[in-house]
């Protein structure tokens, strides 16, 4: 049985009954405490069946629960239930097999942050959980995720992140790639973004009271401010990029509809890996699909589709298409 969060918190009701010896746990009992501990951990009100709940002794009963000491007392001919040790608890005794099982696939998940800045405490962790837990084994590499350690500027993440964290302003000396000589912005941080391995930092510009979006490896230096932080009230990052393709946003543009032909030849890749969420068909043929995308026209979804050359053609709007000719002028006219 695979542990979850409302199955924990029945093992845990289950342990609760299974402990206490002034008072006897029928299966309606066992029921009724672990629907209590449901509703008050979650608000659920469904029940729970009792085949889930004789299904969930079996499992702590188990090698891969707890092997639980439980005994099953008669009652005439009803049955209730106790542990048959009175000091046994799950609480008290190390992590089960399913347990130790998560855990493990917990810590691959977290080694792709080894040697990144701000996660330098996660080597040792790894070290000292996977000796507690008797986990190590098998330390073949078998999930690799993109990442860039070279990326310059990458230093600057743990102060970054800190200064999110704790609201501190900063004084950000930056340069963009189309500026001559640097610049320095007053910069409440908000929050980091990764795109295309390179990482982003965005925060109110305290010159223009609106949003920048800052490079990371186009940080030449970060000091702090003694002003007043101020805290970020009006945007929710989770849906702030919902209407762009990578990390370009401009709050003061709408989406606009993109439509493009695409060849069969391309359309397997495209149609595994979407452009976007808004992404649907509206046509197709025997050598073409045509689809439709929502979105802000911004440098990455031009960069995008300019990278899918002549398997992809752009029908509208007018604007990109010019924007796309431009590029394909400028570039022949590398090879005369």
């Known amino acids: 049985m695979a542990t979850n969060k409302h199955a924990t918190i029945r093992y845990h009701a289950l342990d609760k009954c299974f402990s206490n010896i002034g008072r006897r746990y029928f299966i309606d009992d066992l029921i009724e405490a672990c629907n209590d501990a449901l509703y008050d951990y979650t608000g659920l009100t469904d029940g729970i069946k009792r085949r889930q709940i004789f299904e969930d002794i079996k499992f702590m009963e188990s090698d891969q629960g707890w ?19 009175r000091n046994y608890s799950i609480k008290k005794q190390a992590i089960n097999e399913s347990e130790a099982k998560q855990l493990n696939e917990t810590l691959s998940i977290l ?52 200064a999110i964290q704790y609201k501190k302003v900063l004084e950000v000396t930056y340069q963009g790639y189309k ?119 911004n440098f990455e979804i031009t960069s995008l589709l300019f990278s899918y050359g002549a398997d992809l053609k752009i029908i509208e709007p007018k604007t990109l298409i010019l924007n796309i000719k431009e590029k394909i002028k400028a570039m022949e006219q590398k090879y005369l």
Do not use: C
């Open 67 to 85: 092997s639980i000491p439980l005994d099953k007392h008669k009652d005439g001919k009803k049955t209730y239930y106790r542990y048959s040790d």
């Open 111 to 162: 080694t792709r942050f080894k040697g990144m800045p701000q996660f330098e405490w996660m080597e040792e962790l790894l070290v000292r959980v996977e000796s507690v837990f008797n986990l190590k084994g098998n330390n073949e590499v078998i999930v690799g995720f993109e990442q860039n350690p070279y990326l310059k500027g990458l230093h600057y993440f743990t102060e970054l992140f800190n």
């Open 179 to 297: 500026q001559t000589s640097p610049v320095n912005i007053i910069l409440h941080p908000y929050y980091l973004k990764q795109y295309n391995s390179r990482w982003f930092l965005f925060g109110l510009n305290e010159v223009y009271k609106g949003i920048s979006n800052l490079a990371l490896d186009r940080i030449i230096a970060i000091k702090d401010k003694n002003t007043e932080y101020i805290k970020n009230e009006s945007i929710n990052f989770e849906e702030y990029f919902e209407d762009v393709v990578g990390v370009s946003v401009s709050e003061n543009s709408e989406p606009e509809k993109i439509i493009l032909e695409i060849n069969q030849n391309l359309w397997s890749y495209i149609e595994s890996k979407p452009i976007h969420g808004s992404q649907k068909v509206i046509a197709r043929n025997t050598e073409t699909i045509t689809i439709e995308l929502f979105v802000q026209l």
